[in-house]
């Protein structure tokens, strides 16, 4: 190197990484995620997201499991599913689209992953040419109010800076409705509600626009290999604190 010319900046590392689940130290380390997960929602008099060995499914060599990675350790992670069922969708399900499913978070931290795993999906459908991303979350009962609404004024009146907007949650809004909100603020959209797959539970089914974001790999890795035409992965324990 001449007196003319600067050292290379040294590439940062991004901090976070979506990667397949591949060796068996990983599968378990997904499998023990969950039922910490599931055993946090116990705790705390929440309905559990889905029913039968859902660890389990992280050491089926037949899944696509994938992980969110925060500095190589398990965050968050997920199944993808090949072959999508958009049935219970009507209309909306006539659209290809990426479904999250089976997606859990470590206790504690659900809200900054379930908002990274979302930044990730928008970004990774974009990329392979797919129009949105959908998922389905558990609720207890159909929201006595409208979260789209309360979030619309809530947002109108912080652009008008006034110190007297409603707050997003009230001391009457039960965790269901909380989860409902907190998935609204982070660019989900209600498309309806009904019963899931089993016919055991009522979900409320979400979309959100597929979204480019090129500066998202300064934050976030994916090694993940190209999206199907029509794929699917669902929102379960993730993001409720």
């Known amino acids: 190197m001449t007196s003319s010319q600067s050292p290379a900046t040294p590439r940062i590392r991004a901090p ?56 190589d350790v398990l965050a968050g992670c997920l199944i993808l599913d090949p072959e999508p069922d958009f049935a219970r969708w009507g209309s909306d399900g006539l659209r290809p689209g990426l479904l999250l499913t089976h997606l859990y978070a470590a206790p504690g931290r659900s809200d900054g992953i379930g908002r990274l795993i979302t930044l990730w999906a928008t970004d990774y459908a974009a990329r392979h040419g797919l129009p949105c991303v959908r998922t389905e979350a558990l609720i207890w009962h159909l929201p006595d109010t409208d979260p789209h609404a309360r979030y619309r004024a809530h947002l109108c009146a912080m652009s008008r800076n006034d110190r007297s907007r409603p707050a997003p949650f009230h001391d009457h809004t039960d965790d269901g409705e909380r989860f409902l909100c907190r998935l609204c603020l982070t660019g989900w959209e209600i498309r309806s509600t009904g019963s899931d797959a089993t016919g055991e539970r009522l ?29 699917t992965m669902s929102l379960s324990g993730a993001d409720r604190d």
């Open 203 to 231: 979900v409320a089914r979400l979309e959100a626009p597929a979204q480019a974001l090129p500066r998202l790999s300064a934050l976030l890795t994916c090694t993940l290999p190209p999206a199907p035409a029509a794929h």
């Open 16 to 71: 976070y990484a979506m990667r397949l689940i591949r060796s068996a130290a990983e599968q378990e380390a997904a499998a023990a995620l969950v039922e910490a997960r599931l055993r946090w929602l116990a705790g705390r008099s929440l309905p559990l997201p889905a029913s039968g060995d859902i660890p389990a499914l992280y050491f089926d060599d037949q899944a696509d499991r994938v992980g969110l990675y925060e500095d």
